[in-house]
């Protein structure tokens, strides 16, 4: 005690006034220290113990454990896959990529989708025509209020006992074939030389881009307008376009084809899929409307109206003015949805998307009974989904935000 | 604020460590303190478990729950029952949230030493097999390259099905749910051509579609799959209760002791009979119940015989024959070790 006395007594002097002398456990820094350090130190404690006790748990039960199972063959065939899956050869580890990859599939194409309508009905509610913003209000107040699962169930089940069986496919000519074992698309399949047109694609946008930086640059500095949008496209389509008639197109499509059961061939688009992604979307984008409206409405009046004076057409006003302000406002509850949205795709286990929480913590879980392992797995595999996507939203949110000089 | 989260932090440690008693390895104990059976069954396979509109469960699987409950309580009521999911049914019984599960389950060696789990036995000889719609014109499951396959997940019948097609080198497309009831709905929407599930499970989930005369039964039987109650290792005299509960009305059809005419059988003088009805012996001592266990099971559920008549037999919707599940003096598996 007396030396810890006279070491802060020494410390204080330089400081000019000496603060009053309090015993150890009295100063508030060694006390804070000293509760975070306890507390630390108990839960610690009550992880290992957790730990510790599940392992005994698992070893009196007779349970196997470890991740030896990830090797082992799996033996059953999942519907859809993204990669090569032999269900004669391949591992658990493999049923694993097979699930994340099919979550993160209809993940992706329910953001954007999701996204896409979204904004559509979040602006449309704002629309002064009666019967537009009407029918938005009604499409977000129907989409909300009923629960997911029920209306993943109505899309598949609606949908599957509407589609004709593969003998009555509807036939779209060149675009494949609709029926109730899912959309049967061509499949293109590329000849020697379709290289060089993707080549031209990459070459194409890396042009739009540039000539895009230039456009901005030129504008800034001369007010001068290029419209830098179409001129962009057509060096994206064209420049391929003309790649791709030079090698003498090199495409052919691989045609589905009706068979005894379900169409051979092609690429095939299975109903679950379709069901799952369009109620995930539609559901979603009713919130994702009402975060876009609010967004939109956060933007004062003024700005609109400073914009019309400066003489912006509507269209200018919202893109140029109204919503890069309203982004500020809408990006950090619109990461909430995304998240969201990825974590309830894993309500495809009533319909039979084979995804993660499907196959993995469903199908391999039951097949091995290593729950505590395939669960631990799940979860710390739908955080990572959920930890990057908010990484990534909040690079975009600090990229639009306000920067105040 | 620091003194709260202190609190807290306790609390939870408090909360662990009473959390931490591993489940007790004395189930029949458990089960007479609490005075019930925690039966572990389907959520509704018409014949083997299924609940009616005023939700009394009845089965080929509930009876044998019925049976050890009347063994040890006298009361074939005694029964608490929780439907499970193909999926949830083997981390309910190890966590003991059940005390055993009788829930049309096929014995497979992994399952018997990797999971700590015992099979007592088998209540039900079964196989998979294929239903399709009639209109389809297939006769055999050799001609279903290509078809669209619908089924339950974490099932053995999603990797038989897999061998099988491998085996005879064709394709197909498998659609796996969670749910019996949805398995179902999908066939019956169009979304499968084929429903596959052991036989017994294709003729009772066949009432429930909208036109069952539209559906049939293809001739092959790709699996064996013997279903029958699981209980958790490492408690012999509870596996002991259950075993000797399907095995005593087994021998007590072979016997010919029926529910009707027990009462008379105590007056026998086949020793046999007598052993199995607690006249003679201490045989019901030595599994932790009084020695008129079996007169109970059979007073209150039946011998075997009349168990599989109720609820699968001929006389039933399921009409399913019995097959290789006649006793073995009538060619079938059925087969007790005595009571002696």
């Known amino acids: 005690m007396a030396v810890t006395d006279t070491a802060s007594g020494r410390s204080a002097s330089g400081g000019g006034d000496a603060p009053p002398k309090v015993a150890l456990l009295n100063n508030p820094r060694v006390r804070s220290w000293l509760f975070q350090g306890v507390l630390a130190v108990i839960v610690a404690y009550l992880a290992y113990s957790g730990w510790m006790n599940m392992n005994a748990n698992l070893q009196a039960a007779g349970v196997a454990s470890g991740f030896g199972f990830l090797d082992e063959n799996a033996g059953f065939s999942v519907a859809q896959s993204l990669i090569a899956y032999d269900q004669g050869s391949s591992s658990y580890g493999r049923v694993y990529v097979v699930g994340v990859l099919n979550t993160l599939v209809v993940a992706f194409f329910g953001i954007v989708l999701a996204t896409v309508i979204g904004f559509i009905v979040g602006i449309a509610r704002l629309s002064n025509n009666w019967i537009v913003s009407r029918l938005a209000t009604g499409y977000v107040e129907f989409m909300r209020n009923l629960p997911l699962l029920l209306q993943i169930f109505i899309w598949y089940f609606g949908v599957l006992r509407l589609l004709p069986q593969p003998r009555d496919s509807i036939d779209f000519g060149a675009l494949g074939l609709l029926n109730n074992r899912g959309y049967f698309a061509p499949k293109p399949v590329w000849g020697d030389g379709a290289a060089i047109t993707f080549y031209a694609l990459v070459a194409g946008l890396a042009i739009a881009y540039v000539i895009g930086r230039w456009a901005h640059r030129r504008q800034m500095k001369t007010g001068q307008p290029f419209p830098s949008f179409l001129v962009g496209l057509a060096v994206v389509v064209g420049l391929p376009l003309l790649a791709f008639l030079a090698t003498g197109s090199p495409l052919s499509w691989d045609m589905p084809e009706l068979g005894a059961f379900r169409p051979s061939g092609g690429m095939t688009v299975i109903p679950e899929f379709i069901a799952l992604l369009v109620a995930l979307s539609t559901y979603t984008a009713a919130f994702i409307a009402e975060i876009v409206r609010a967004g939109i409405l956060g933007v004062s009046k003024g700005q609109s109206e400073a914009a019309h004076s400066l003489g912006l057409r509507q269209g200018q006003n919202l893109r140029l003015v109204v919503i890069p302000q309203a982004l500020r406002i809408i990006i950090p509850p619109l990461t909430s949805q995304y998240l969201n949205l990825t974590k309830n795709s894993s309500l495809a286990v009533a319909i039979a998307y084979p995804e993660l929480t499907s196959v993995f913590a469903g199908t391999a879980l039951n097949q091995t009974g290593q729950a505590v392992e395939i669960i631990s797995i799940t979860m710390l595999t739908y955080l990572t989904f959920s930890l990057l996507t908010s990484a990534f939203m909040n690079w975009y949110n600090a990229r639009v935000a306000l920067v105040e000089r | ?340």
Not at chain 2, 40 to 68: E, H, T
Not at chain 2, 254 to 269: A, F, H, K, R
Not at chain 2, 303 to 319: H, I, K, Q, S, W
């Open chain 2, 1 to 340: 604020m620091t003194n709260s989260v202190l609190t807290v932090a306790i609390g939870a440690a408090a909360a662990v460590a009473l959390g931490a008693t591993a489940a007790s390895a004395a189930t029949l104990d458990d089960v007479k303190a609490k005075g019930f059976v925690q039966c572990g069954v389907s959520q509704g396979l018409p014949g083997f478990s299924n609940p009616d509109a005023d939700g009394n469960w009845s089965g080929m699987d509930v009876d044998l729950c019925r049976g050890i409950a009347a063994a040890i309580f006298d009361d074939p009521e005694a029964v608490k029952f929780t439907p499970l999911s193909a999926k949830e049914r083997f981390t309910a019984l190890q966590s003991g949230e059940v005390d055993l599960l009788s829930r049309n389950t096929t014995w497979t060696m992994s399952r018997d030493t990797q999971l700590g789990l015992n099979f007592a036995g088998v209540n039900y000889y079964d196989g998979q097999g294929f239903m399709i719609r009639t209109d389809m014109n297939v006769n055999s499951a050799l001609e279903l390259s290509g078809a669209s396959i619908c089924t339950n997940t974490g099932t053995t019948t999603e990797l038989n099905v897999a061998d099988y097609f491998r085996a005879n080198d064709m394709d197909y497309e498998l659609v796996a749910f969670e749910k019996a009831d949805e398995v179902v709905a999908a066939y019956d929407s169009g979304r499968c051509d084929v429903y596959t599930t052991d036989q017994s499970g294709i003729y009772a989930q066949r009432l429930k579609l909208t036109d069952p005369g539209a559906h049939k039964v293809l001739p092959e039987v790709i699996s064996k799959e013997p279903l029958g109650p699981v209980v958790r290792q490492g408690d012999d005299e509870w596996f002991n209760l259950v075993k000797w509960t399907h095995f005593a009305m087994v021998n007590a059809e072979e016997l010919g002791v029926t529910s009707q005419n027990v009462d008379e059988m105590m007056e026998s003088d086949n020793p046999s009979i007598r052993r199995l009805l607690g006249v003679e012996g201490e045989f019901g001592t030595d599994i932790g119940v009084e020695n008129d266990w079996a007169y109970k099971i059979i007073k209150h559920v039946g011998n075997y015989g009349e168990v599989f008549a109720r609820n699968v037999g001929p006389d039933t919707p399921l009409n399913i024959a019995r097959g290789i599940n006649a006793l073995w003096t009538d060619g079938g598996l059925q087969y007790a070790p005595p009571i002696r």
